[in-house]
């Protein structure tokens, strides 16, 4: 079995991700840290030599290619970045015959899990003010509604509201479980929202 999750920054996905793997009994991987390893360099500085989001998400499409590919990822799973499903990424995931997934929360959930890093990917502690906190989550919010539409793509929806990880990982291989068998692993069977 190889799982692609997605959903927006801050859902979980690299958490629930790693309890999902260890659930199913198979390898973990995060693209994000996979492209730092590839490149050598943090997203941050990764990004701002690439010049535009699409250019870089060019380039890390590079290293998802190469990890599908990999012996140790033929039964994985693997947390994409919120555009996931949306070209250039969706020109690789569509053939991988992988069960896409989409990780959804509230989005006061997702903003106080939010996490701040600087350009070297180390993490900074930062107090919100009131309206740093409106801020976060319009954007959060409006971040929800612009991958809203790729995310339609996905095999299932699952909502983690109120879940710790574990119990997440546990709902995500319910829905899993759930799914009818797709044909040689190219039939998309969309729309199972599992609530």
Known sequence: M???LTGVSCVGKSTIGAELAALLGIPFFDLD?????????SIGFLQAQCGSMHAYRTKACRVLKALLSRTDAQECVIALPPSGLMVPYWNVVKGSRATLVVVQDDPINI???IVFFDNNARPIHKELTPAEHQHYLDEIKQDMTYFGRSYAKADA???????????AAKKIKLALDSLPKQNGGDARTR???VR
Do not use: C, D, M
């Open 191 to 193: 729309a199972s929202r």
């Open 2 to 4: 190889k799982v692609l």
């Open 157 to 167: 929806t699952v909502y983690i509201e109120g879940l710790g990880p574990g119990e």
């Open 33 to 41: 840290t996979e492209v730092e390893a590839f490149f050598q360099t």
């Open 111 to 113: 903003l106080n899990r």
